[in-house]
């Protein structure tokens, strides 16, 4: 499953430092599928993942360092900044839910 990943907290988009839980929305199926505690170590995402059967496409966020970034990057995925806003909002706007 083709995912985008956001970063939350209290089901507010929010950087990825402030951030509490990433949340997974499948791109295909337009529905979140679920979230997750950030894990202390970003370079695990991908694994984690890949281990319950997402494709990671893009993660979204209001504001990332640049260490973050470029490992996210080195990963293949894109990223999108956005606002900060609840999450229903910003997946309105970009997802068309």
Do not use: H
């Amino acid at each position: 499953m083709a995912v985008a990943v956001l970063t939350c907290k209290n089901s507010c988009v929010t950087s990825y430092e402030e951030s509490e839980e990433l949340v997974v929305y499948d791109m295909n199926e337009r529905a979140v599928k679920f979230s997750l505690r950030k894990p202390r170590n970003i370079e695990m995402l991908e694994d984690i993942l890949e281990d319950r059967g997402c494709d990671f496409w893009v993660f979204i966020t209001a504001d990332i360092s640049e260490d973050v970034k470029s490992i996210i990057e080195d990963m293949g995925v894109k990223i999108q900044i956005v606002e900060r806003k609840p999450l229903k909002e910003i997946l309105e706007e970009l997802f068309v839910v």
